[in-house]
């Protein structure tokens, strides 16, 4: 089942001389709880394009459809909404909260949504990721490893359609960068959590399903991984 579906995407900046296509004519597909990997040279249109699937731009043309919702027809808020809810976004620099703790950052998208947490569903998540003794810290008094680890619990924690990961390992060391790309394999396979990372590393592209290669904003290779 496609869990998520691109059609004929386009984003242009600038006009006439200066104009700049960053995607252009972008479609695939990716079925529910598939693992995929999108590579490319900086400058290939991966950073729009993941920008777009979040919902936090707009293409010039196409559409983005995740679990059968167009999400290019829905206004501001029903899209912030559906974007709390279906989307979890992984980030290279984390984005956590400084002023919250790392249960507190878990849980925001559950606040923000209105929703009681579940504490058994925290807990087997928090177990995952070994933050048990963690949780009333803050997150300038963890390692980059950790915050990571964070991000991707606050990813997970609304059950969203599809996690998005932002190269989760580029501003990590080796350790840490093999340590996040096993946590994202876990989720994926037990959890059967569709994930699409954005990334330059080669150990996340051998490691996924499959990988989509962007040259000059279009696709130029989509292969199953057979590795």
């Not at 963890?142 to 580029?170: F, H, K, Y």
């Amino acid at each position: 089942m496609k869990i998520l579906e691109t059609q004929n995407l386009c984003k242009l900046y600038g006009r006439h001389e200066t104009e700049v296509h960053a995607l252009d004519d972008v479609s695939f597909s990716v079925e529910r709880g598939e693992f995929v990997a999108i590579v490319g040279p900086s400058g290939s249109g991966k950073s729009t394009l993941m920008h777009i699937l979040g919902g936090v731009d707009v293409p010039t043309s196409g559409h983005v459809i995740i679990d059968g919702t167009d999400i290019s027809t829905l206004d501001e808020t029903a899209l912030a909404i559906f974007r709390r809810r279906q989307i979890g976004l992984v980030y290279q620099f984390y984005n956590l909260i400084p002023i919250l703790t790392v249960e507190e950052n878990l849980t925001l998208p559950l606040l923000l949504d209105g929703r009681k947490p579940d504490k058994r569903q925290i807990d087997a998540i928090v177990e995952r990721l070994g933050l048990q003794h963690r949780l009333k810290h803050l997150p300038s008094q963890l390692s980059g490893g950790q915050q990571q680890r964070v991000s991707i619990g606050r990813a997970l924690i609304n059950n969203p359609a599809l996690m998005l990961a932002d190269e989760p390992t580029g501003n990590l060391d080796s350790e840490n960068s093999r340590e996040i790309i096993s946590l994202l394999r876990d989720f994926n396979r037990e959890y059967k959590q569709t994930v699409l990372v954005i990334t330059h590393d080669e150990r996340i592209a051998l490691a996924a399903d499959r990988v989509i290669t962007l040259q000059d904003g279009r696709i130029v290779r989509d292969e199953v991984n057979l590795s």
